[in-house]
């Protein structure tokens, strides 16, 4: 299985998440995974990548379809609430960034993930 998320054609938005993770981790496993899975059924979705280091450094980039898929997951409820939290327990700090993606490329050619 790649760690590639399969995305369309751009244009579509990417919403990444970089985060430095607290020393408070219990909970956090599991919150991830579940919004992990919520996220796929919004509207909207492309996929997602995701990688900690073992400082817990993290990046999280999500893709989506437009703006208003972006604002529509985070209006979800379940998610504004694991945010809520992370806010106050699993991030000693966070940078959240969106960015249009008008161009992609992958390589090297002839290789597939």
Excluded at 63 to 75: F, L, Q, T
């Amino acid at each position: 299985m790649s760690r590639f998320a399969p995305l369309p054609e751009p244009p579509y938005y990417a919403v990444i998440f970089a985060n430095q993770a607290s020393n408070q981790p219990e909970g956090y496993a599991e919150m991830a995974a579940k919004m992990q899975e919520l996220a796929k059924d919004q509207d909207g979705y492309l996929g997602i990548e995701s990688t900690r280091d073992s400082d817990g450094f993290a990046i999280t980039v999500s893709y989506w379809r437009d703006e208003a898929a972006i604002k529509g997951w985070r209006d979800n409820l379940s998610h504004t609430a694991a945010r809520h939290t992370g806010m106050k327990r699993w991030y000693d700090h966070y940078v959240l960034r969106i960015a249009k993606v008008e161009r992609a490329y992958a390589g090297p050619e002839g290789r597939n993930p």
